[in-house]
């Protein structure tokens, strides 16, 4: 296919969404990334022309975006599955460049470790979402299997995973990017949302000191907790009637199961601080400030619980063919 025919019989091409906060200066000379300056202001940098793709993937090799003139690239390479092999995410990496793409993220997946990882590397299936009777929880639209074992969703509460997402975003920086973008940014809120979890050690543990902090004793009280220090809230839950992922997904829905507004705040906020830890870790390693993007899909209130966190949100928004 000549290269400037636009390959819209396979490929998929994904507009990214690009919603810059803060909005700090009115940029008028042409957009250039000073490697110098120690600040990225995404509002100075992004011009009305740019042409922000988040691809990494499904749109194939770079080069067949050539026609649109990409200089953003919103998504990235994500470097899950590479972390021993950073050779080739530098190799995809230069790739973009060398197309003159100037903002370039890179993609890190905050849902699994992915089932190839969890089998290679059995621990990280000790570090993933579980639902009050303890089952593993699968992100519904995920169906791989590799040798039996499935893509668990990871819990952005336990150290362990929490490590290997920050293993993810450091190889992503080193590789060559200058931004940061996060899909399913909202960890394991998202799996207290929706998939009725997670209640590991480390998420009640966290749920006890956040409890702690947020409310008096007299309040807690009022809440039904006499006595903090001994708060097991996995426990409290199946006393009080709901042992199984159906009892407790019947007991969310009748809202009564307690203190589970407060345990979904815990979880949103803790989401959030990860976000925000992510983004000033990949800023350390770069020695600059790095625009950090979440896939706030649809624009939900749920998905824009960080927005004041993120610099950009970058979404699936259409599909050509
Ligand atoms: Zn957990």
Known sequence: MPR??????????????????????????????????????????????????????????????????????AWGNDAVGLLTRPEVLKKRTDAYRQLGIKLLACNVWMLTATD??????????????????????????????????????????????????IARAKAGINAGANMLHLDDHLGTYAAAQFEGACFCDHCVRAFRDWLSEQYSPDELKALGVEEIESLD????????????????????????????????????????????????????????????????FNLSPTQLSDAHIADFFCQRSGTLR
């Open 4 to 73: 400037h025919k636009l390959p819209v019989r396979t490929a998929e091409y994904f507009l990214a969404l690009l919603l810059c906060t803060p909005f700090t200066s009115s940029a008028t000379e042409p957009a250039t990334l000073d490697n110098h300056q120690n600040t990225i202001s995404l509002s100075g940098l992004l011009q009305h022309s740019d042409i922000a793709l988040m691809p990494e993937g499904t749109n194939g090799p770079p080069d067949t975006m050539l026609p649109l003139k990409p200089t953003v690239v």
């Open 116 to 165: 190839r990882v969890l089998y290679d590397q059995p621990q990280y299936q000790h570090a993933t979402c579980v639902d009050i009777a303890g089952t593993r929880v699968v992100p519904p639209w995920l169906d791989s299997n590799y040798k039996g074992v499935k893509p668990y969703w990871g819990c952005t509460n336990h150290p362990l995973f929490r490590q290997q997402v």
């Open 233 to 296: 809230y996995r426990q409290l839950v199946q006393d009080a009637g709901f042992q199984t992922l159906a009892e407790y997904r019947k007991g969310t829905w009748a809202k009564k199961v307690p203190l589970h507004d407060q345990f979904l705040a815990f979880q949103r906020e803790a989401a959030g601080a990860f976000v925000k830890e992510l983004g000033d870790i990949a800023a350390e390693l770069a020695g600059r400030d790095v625009p950090v993007g979440v896939n706030a």
